[in-house]
Structures are given as C-alpha cells and as structure tokens.
C-alpha cells in the first residue's frame, strides 16, 4: 500500500488515523487485553469519541470535552502498556501522514502519556531512553 504522505488536515484524516490506530491497538494482545472488558464490543461508540478527542487537540473543533485522566484511574497499567500504545500510534501516525499536525499529534500522545503515568506514579524513565 503506497500512499503519497501528506499532513493531517481535517476531520477524515483524523478519523483514518484513530481506524488505523485503533486497529492495531485490537489486534495487540497486552493492549487488547485492557480494553476490551472495558468496550465490550462498543467500538464503534470509542472510535467517535477518540475522533472527536483527537480532532478537538489537533483542529481545534472543540467537540470533546471531557476529562481523559479520571478513565484511566482505575485502568491496571504498566510502563509496557504506555510504551506499546505510543509505539503503535507513533507507527500509525508516520506510515500515514508527514507534516507539523502529525508531529504535533505524536508530541501530545506522548506529553498526556507522561501526565497520566506521573499521576499513576508509573516511572517515566524507561520511555526517555527510547524513541
Ligand atoms: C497505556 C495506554 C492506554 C491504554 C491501555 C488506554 C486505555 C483506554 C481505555 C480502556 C479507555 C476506555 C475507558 C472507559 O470508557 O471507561 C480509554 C479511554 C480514553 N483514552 Fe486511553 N488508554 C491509554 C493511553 C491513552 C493516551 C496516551 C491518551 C491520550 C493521548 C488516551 C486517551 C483516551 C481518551 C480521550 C479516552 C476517552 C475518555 C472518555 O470517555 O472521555 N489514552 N483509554
């Protein structure tokens, strides 16, 4: 599949990142494993809500509203569930798209992973030695 990168510019390609992300994320045992007791199958309901997450931080659409953190709260993570998660959407963003937004997306993926480990007391050391 070769497509011509270009950056992400409005609301489709934002919704072919989150189905490109996403799909990974369900065919990724460690990931899959957290989230599917919490989906039970919603996916279709998740996806529209990451769309609108993902396009209000990105486009400015002011569509999402609410506070991600607290979900997380009761979430069993571990420093190899936020390395696999940014992984995956640091590959889907690059074999997608190119550009300031794409950029711009993999910068606060990874800026509201930080913030969420540091609040689940998650040591963040692993993460800077990578990338
Ligand atoms: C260890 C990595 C992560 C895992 C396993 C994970 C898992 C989940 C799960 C299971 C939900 C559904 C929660 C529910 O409906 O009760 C969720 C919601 C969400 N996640 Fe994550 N997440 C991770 C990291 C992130 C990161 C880094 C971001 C932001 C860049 C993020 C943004 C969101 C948002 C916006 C929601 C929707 C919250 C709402 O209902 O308003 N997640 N996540």
Redesign the pocket.
Known sequence: MEEKRKDIENETDVELLVNRFYTKVRNDAL?DA??AP??KGNWDT?LK??VD?WSTLLLYTRK?N???LS??L??E?SIA??D???HL?NETVDESFVGEIAENAKK??LS??RI?KAVKGISDVEVDNQS
Do not use: E, G
Request: net charge positive.
């Open positions: 990931l957290v989230f919490v989906i998740h809500l990451m997450f999402y609410a506070d991600p979900k997380h009761p979430l993570l569930h936020f696999r998660w940014i959407f606060r993926a509201i992973a969420m």
